[in-house]
């Protein structure tokens, strides 16, 4: 199984500066091409690590989750890796070996590596291998909920995990790594697979905002009234209520790895 990752990198001069990005009130798109070297932002508390920084919260549009894509070169990592304590974290390995230590607990992950942190848990990641760590990390601050327990630590794997069909279809599964019916979860990160050919056969319209990195495959994607052109390495960053759909096209599966959040009443304070 492969896993996209930014390229890095910097384009040669005879490269046309016209590109595929986009920006509008309802969507965005930031393909693969974009995230070079130059766009890249150091962590306080990290050594030897550059980040891509997909996603954050911004006003009037997605406002409830951070998306990074991080590189850790051998010997890098850190000791104290999340400056807020009510965030929470999911950690998915895109390429290379990752030592994981969760209050005091050592796990390793490696490709198609899955980790769900709670807020208040001591983590830490070192990369002791001879190669680049490169993982994706989504952050978002917990909403408890008055007599349910914040959920627990999570390590699992895409290997391990087997997809759910969607109903009716044998083209279209999600991979759910955590229990889609525990309310005590106020997000879900799964990676849903699109085999050739497969579709969402309606425009999805809903509350929850999406980050979606295409982990493998091309696909033909609606986004509010556009039809976009996505494959490896490109993220979707979709806020409420953005019409979507999509279409794989190309001949192995379309994969991408999909934030969302869930299992809770909005909020009747704007800006909150």
Known sequence: MSYAFPPGGLPDQSVNPEGTAI????YAVLPAVTQRDIVTSLL??????????LARPLTGFAETFA?????????????????DPMAQAVLFVARGQMHL???GTAHELTDGGYAYLPPGVRWAVRNDSA??????????RYQPLDGIAVPAVMITSDEEVSPTPMPN???????????????????????VTFQPGGLIPFAETH?????????????????????VEVGPGDFMWLRAFCPQACVATGDEPFRYLLYKDVNRHPSLELGR
């Open 44 to 53: 306080p508390g990290w050594h030897d690590t550059r980040a891509w920084i």
């Open 131 to 140: 190669s680049a760590l490169q993982f994706h990390w989504i952050r978002k």
């Open 207 to 227: 509350i929850m905002e999406h980050g979606l990195y295409v982990l493998q495959g091309t696909a033909r994607y609606l986004l509010n009234k556009d039809w």
């Open 67 to 83: 998306q990074y894509a991080v590189e850790v070169a051998p010997g890098g990592g850190s000791d104290a890796p999340e400056p």
């Open 101 to 103: 230590s969760v209050d």
């Open 169 to 191: 279809t044998d083209k279209w599964a999600t991979t759910r790594f955590v229990d889609n019916s525990d309310i005590a979860y106020d997000h879900h990160v799964n990676i």
């Open 23 to 26: 920006f509008t009130p309802a």
